[in-house]
């Protein structure tokens, strides 16, 4: 069982940029792939992009490549999203997810556990 929180979610202008936190319960964080999905108002849940369980690779939606990045830090069970250059249409809900030793899907199904999601607002 894994317990997933997010935080860092705000208010910035276009341009700007935040960090997302997703902070995960257990002692065995090192074998989940983690992922990031979003929703906008309206829309289904996307993918954002997902890092490898050992580290080794990461996927981004082509929405984000190049601006934003994620990264994991095992020894604090904390995975992150760094989000550079933001725009409007950024502007979601963003939900963190884990998948037991999984590849970085962009399929929501694939990812058994999800954090409670932390709000990112864009403005013009």
């Known amino acids: 069982q894994v317990q997933l929180v997010e935080s860092g979610g705000g208010l910035v202008q276009a341009g700007g940029s935040l960090r997302l936190s997703c902070a995960a319960s257990?002692?065995?964080?090192?074998?989940?792939?983690m992922g990031w999905f979003r929703q906008a108002p309206g829309k289904e849940r996307a993918f954002v992009g997902a890092?490898?369980?050992?580290?080794?690779?990461?996927d981004y939606a082509d929405s984000v490549k190049g601006r934003f990045t994620i990264s994991r830090d095992n020894a604090k069970n904390t995975v992150y999203l760094q989000m550079n250059r933001l725009k409007p249409e950024d502007t979601a809900v963003y939900y963190c997810?884990?998948?037991?030793?999984?590849?970085?899907?962009?399929?929501?199904?694939?990812?058994?556990?999800w954090g409670q999601g932390t709000q990112v607002t864009v403005s013009s």
């Open positions: 997810a884990a998948q037991l030793y999984g590849l970085t899907t962009a399929r929501s199904n694939d990812y058994n556990y």
């Open positions: 890092i490898y369980w050992n580290g080794g690779s990461t």
């Open positions: 257990g002692r065995t964080f090192s074998s989940y792939t």
